[in-house]
């Protein structure tokens, strides 16, 4: 049996899951990075050109309680978006709007949800992490050494002071450096700690956080898991290789 859908019938605007762009996990917290899944949330797909990120993008429209949230990248079936940084922890509720209708969901938003993004975009093997100095990626054919600083690319590790902009990316160094983390952010590399020297915005980005640590002399080469722990909560793991 079939069943016929009435002539003229329009899709109807359906919520899915809330996770973090970069580790897919289910957790939210201020000024993160977020992937909504779900179906006819966008007539077509539509991408903001760079920050300052718009409000509406395509026909679709956003709101964390009550508030407008910055769009990076809208769909049918997903949505790219920016918590606000002014969203309190707690109970929160996501409203979207498009031509399909309006629908609602309500998450959970802590103070951190951090999450590591991958080369393949999928929230495991390699990190998205470069060299220090080259700024370019770390990878098995061009890998990290003992002692070298590298950066590691990521999302909600919360709080930055001084206060950021929902959806600006912050200011290029020099003359002023961008907000750093309020929470101590910690990275383990091979399971031992590693010296984090910034962890904060990612210069030119928005919603982009950006940790910088120091190899440390003692790790075993190869490809090696790192994690990052803010707040007392942990990222996925990722891999960086080390040579």
């Known amino acids: 049996m079939a069943k016929i859908a009435p002539q003229g019938a329009e899709a109807t605007i359906v919520l899915g899951a809330v996770t973090n762009a970069a580790s897919y996990a289910v957790a939210v917290a201020p000024g993160e990075i977020v992937s909504i899944f779900g179906s006819a949330l966008a007539v077509m797909p539509a991408s903001a050109t760079g920050p300052p990120l ?12 009550g508030m407008p949230a910055p769009l990076f990248y809208v769909s049918p079936l997903q949505l790219n978006v920016q918590i606000p940084f002014e969203t309190a922890a707690g109970t929160a509720r996501i409203q979207v709007s498009s031509s399909a209708g309006t629908a609602t969901v309500d998450i959970q938003v802590a103070d951190t949800a951090p999450g590591i993004f991958t080369l393949n975009s ?45 959806g600006a990316a912050p200011p290029t160094p020099p003359p002023t450096p961008p907000p750093q983390t309020v929470l101590p952010v910690k ?45 007392g909560v942990t990222s996925n793991t990722v891999t960086v290789a080390i040579h």
């Open 187 to 231: 990275v383990f590399i091979a399971g031992a700690p590693a010296q984090a020297t910034y962890a904060g915005l990612a210069p030119g980005f928005a919603g982009l956080y950006q940790v910088n640590v120091q190899v440390p002399a003692g790790t075993p080469l190869g490809d090696q898991n790192l994690q990052i722990s803010v707040g």
């Open 122 to 166: 999928q929230g495991t093997g390699p990190g998205a992490i470069e060299h220090g100095l080259s700024y370019q990626l770390v990878t098995d054919a061009n890998p990290a050494t003992r002692g070298e600083i590298i950066s590691i690319y990521c999302t909600g590790l919360g709080a930055v002071s001084p206060p950021a902009l929902s």
């Open 54 to 65: 718009p409000a509406q993008l395509s026909d679709v429209r956003l709101w964390v309680n």
